[in-house]
């Protein structure tokens, strides 16, 4: 018969082998999110490198209680660049299942239902926030890798020049 304490173990080794086996099988979180596609004068793409992950992406992030679509937008490139910029109208909504999944570092998986404007650079009025490591200016040509998985959609839309919204 065994002990106690061997009982124990071996419920406890099956118990995170059941979490282990839980967390990978978990469902994705829906999350609404907001971001930017921005342009200088010189028609350069503002992008972000992310902190969690150091890819690189556009400003943005969630869309907080309260707050509209273009309000949080305005807020987090502010906050993720230190940069202002004024909405010209809708790039497009994604929340295609294939590419706006995101499995974070530390085990969150959330997919994203995010609307994403089309806007010019105003101002430089601060500095970027502790989830930004770098922030940056690039030709449309010549995008940064790595890239942040569920931006490459959108920047590959950006790249094709499309003239409505996309809905994807």
């Not at 949080?72 to 660049?81: D, G, H, K, N, P």
């Not at 974070?104 to 430089?124: L, M, S, T």
């Not at 942040?148 to 020049?161: K, N, T, V």
Request: glycine share 10%.
């Amino acid at each position: 018969m065994p002990t106690p304490t061997h009982s124990c173990r071996s419920m406890l080794n099956g118990c995170a082998a059941l979490a282990f086996t839980l967390m990978d099988a978990a469902p994705f979180a829906v999350r609404a999110v907001c971001g930017v596609v921005a342009l200088d004068a010189e028609g350069r793409l503002l992008l972000v490198r992310r902190a969690d992950d150091g890819s690189w992406g556009l400003p943005g992030g969630g869309v907080e209680p309260g707050e509209s679509w273009s309000d949080a937008t305005r807020r987090e490139c502010r906050e993720e660049t230190g940069w202002l910029v004024r909405i010209n109208g809708l790039f497009g909504a994604y929340s295609d299942p294939h590419s706006q999944k995101h499995v974070y570092p530390d085990g969150r998986r959330v997919q994203f239902f995010g609307v994403v404007f089309a806007a010019e650079i105003a101002e430089q009025v601060g500095h970027p926030d502790d989830e930004v490591v770098a922030v940056g200016f690039f030709a449309p040509k010549d995008l940064p890798e790595p890239l942040f998985g569920p931006d490459r959609p959108i920047l590959m839309d950006f790249l094709s020049q499309r003239s409505t919204p996309v809905i994807g």
